[in-house]
């Protein structure tokens, strides 16, 4: 993207990266049916600082799930929610498979399998239909903010990796004498497209200042299937190259970065709705049904006095995800 020079007064150039991690492409991997059910879910205290979750499942035969070839290891990830009921992926001390641990682990965007190395005959290498028990442990501090986590499958291949189309299976304690609930699968592929433009500030007035961009070429707008984001809640959220501070953004002079202003982003949907950025509540909205989604910006800035003259700054990164 190109960066606008402009002199001799405080202006501001704000560009974009986008992070759209519901759309994001993943090299080999596929969606398949890699279990036909979950049967029994429990999540236990054990009083100890761990806590243990349980699951009773019922895989499908490993190379019928999705035409797979080369069968390695079944794989499991495990999911936390944060309070406002946000996805982390999460470390875990430990977790087996018919009594049998995982010896090894790969990330995919951003999320941790579990599996294990096919140097025996084990439940994890097998790849026939026979039920598994599935014992995850954790900290229990995982589950300060929320009680429940959800357990994901795959299938390990040498030249792909399926995931289960079904779903996570959502453990809680006290879940109802150890029903499982299936919920979607954050890596669930959501084909989102984004334009955006740079965003030219002009010059920037001591004080609080409101710079709303209302040109139809300002806004930021998403495209998508509207099949994809029927019945769903959307995050979005942006990180920046200068920091955060006091809630606010910071962009920064482009020779003295000692000199900052900071500012936030208003997002006002074109059919109504509001994003306000940092969005550190992590609010959510739903998309419109139509294949698309625009987004009016309006800046917030917050310049000191006897602030240098000059070019000011900033990238921001946005990330887009899928609430729980």
């Given at each position: 993207?190109?960066?606008?020079?402009?002199?001799?007064?405080?202006?501001?150039?704000?560009?974009?990266?986008?992070?759209?991690?519901?759309?994001?492409?993943?090299?080999?991997?596929?969606?398949?049916d890699v279990t036909s059910g979950y049967d029994t879910c429990f999540l236990d205290d054990l009083g100890n600082g761990y806590s243990e979750a349980t699951i009773w499942l019922s895989p499908n035969n490993a190379n019928a799930a999705s035409?797979?070839?080369?069968?390695?290891?079944?794989?499991?990830?495990?999911?936390?929610?944060?309070e406002s009921g946000y996805t982390e992926n999460i470390r875990v001390q430990s977790v087996t498979m018919n009594g049998t641990p995982s010896d090894a682990e790969m990330n995919l965007s951003g999320v941790t399998y579990y599996y294990r190395?096919?140097?025996?005959?084990?439940?994890?290498?097998?790849?026939?239909?026979?039920?598994?028990?599935?014992?995850?442990?954790?900290?229990?501090?995982?589950?300060?903010?929320?009680?429940?986590?959800?357990?994901?499958?795959?299938?390990?291949?040498?030249?792909?990796?399926?995931?289960?189309?079904?779903?996570?299976?959502?453990?809680?304690?006290?879940?109802?004498?150890?029903?499982?609930?299936?919920?979607?699968?954050?890596?669930?592929?959501?084909?989102?497209?984004?334009?955006?433009?740079?965003?030219?500030?002009?010059?920037?007035?001591?004080?609080?200042?409101?710079?709303?961009?209302?040109?139809?070429?300002?806004?930021?707008?998403?495209?998508?299937?509207?099949?994809?984001?029927?019945?769903?809640?959307?995050?979005?959220?942006?990180?920046?190259?200068?920091?955060?501070?006091?809630?606010?953004?910071?962009?920064?002079?482009?020779?003295?970065?000692?000199?900052?202003?900071?500012?936030?982003?208003?997002?006002?949907?074109?059919?109504?709705?509001?994003?306000?950025?940092?969005?550190?509540?992590?609010?959510?909205?739903?998309?419109?049904?139509?294949?698309?989604?625009?987004?009016?910006?309006?800046?917030?800035?917050?310049?000191?006095?006897?602030?240098?003259?000059?070019?000011?700054?900033?990238?921001?990164?946005?990330?887009?995800?899928?609430?729980?």
């Amino acid at each position: 993207m190109t960066m606008k020079q402009v002199a001799t007064f405080i202006c501001a150039v704000i560009l974009i990266c986008l992070d759209i991690t519901a759309s994001q492409a993943l090299a080999a991997l596929v969606w398949g049916d890699v279990t036909s059910g979950y049967d029994t879910c429990f999540l236990d205290d054990l009083g100890n600082g761990y806590s243990e979750a349980t699951i009773w499942l019922s895989p499908n035969n490993a190379n019928a799930a999705s035409n797979q070839d080369s069968f390695i290891s079944r794989a499991v990830a495990v999911y936390r929610y944060s309070e406002s009921g946000y996805t982390e992926n999460i470390r875990v001390q430990s977790v087996t498979m018919n009594g049998t641990p995982s010896d090894a682990e790969m990330n995919l965007s951003g999320v941790t399998y579990y599996y294990r190395n096919p140097n025996n005959s084990h439940s994890w290498s097998d790849s026939s239909d026979m039920p598994r028990v599935v014992v995850v442990r954790m900290q229990s501090h995982f589950l300060a903010s929320w009680s429940g986590i959800a357990i994901g499958m795959g299938n390990l291949g040498s030249r792909d990796f399926v995931v289960d189309k079904k779903g996570l299976a959502y453990v809680q304690k006290n879940g109802g004498e150890g029903r499982c609930n299936i919920i979607s699968n954050p890596l669930a592929d959501i084909d989102i497209t984004v334009t955006a433009p740079d965003w030219n500030l002009g010059e920037i007035k001591p004080g609080q200042q409101s710079i709303p961009l209302s040109g139809s070429a300002e806004q930021l707008c998403l495209k998508y299937t509207g099949s994809s984001v029927a019945g769903k809640q959307f995050i979005i959220n942006a990180t920046n190259q200068h920091g955060i501070k006091n809630n606010s953004y910071l962009m920064k002079h482009l020779l003295n970065p000692s000199q900052e202003i900071p500012y936030g982003l208003i997002m006002n949907r074109t059919v109504g709705g509001v994003v306000v950025l940092p969005n550190s509540y992590h609010g959510a909205i739903e998309l419109n049904a139509g294949g698309s989604t625009c987004f009016i910006p309006t800046f917030i800035t917050m310049a000191p006095e006897n602030l240098e003259p000059g070019l000011y700054t900033d990238v921001l990164t946005f990330n887009i995800v899928t609430k729980a």
